[in-house]
């Protein structure tokens, strides 16, 4: 019995295949250390290749390639700006 493939791309809705390279986007907390000062910079977009475990957790955005990451990306980082008039 074949399992179809349940992955399409939050963007362009496009199937995934198994030779596609394909990356996930997600909204995280981001917390790093730069020369052994510890900085925590808040919410922050992140962008990985393809991982089959990170790929099934809630809010994880599915994207087909560049194009699709660059508008996802573009799509978050405009939601936490307003134009001052």
């Known amino acids: 019995m074949r399992i179809d493939n349940p992955y399409s791309c939050d963007s362009c809705q496009s199937k995934k295949n198994p030779s596609n390279g394909w990356w996930l986007l997600f909204v995280c907390n981001v917390n790093t250390e730069i020369n052994l000062h510890p900085l925590k910079l808040g919410e922050g977009t992140v962008v990985i290749p393809w991982d089959d ?21 573009a799509r978050e980082l405009s939601k936490g700006f307003t134009v001052e008039k």
């Open 53 to 73: 475990e990170v790929a099934d957790i809630d809010g994880v955005k599915h994207l087909c390639g560049i194009d699709c990451v660059l508008k996802a990306v």
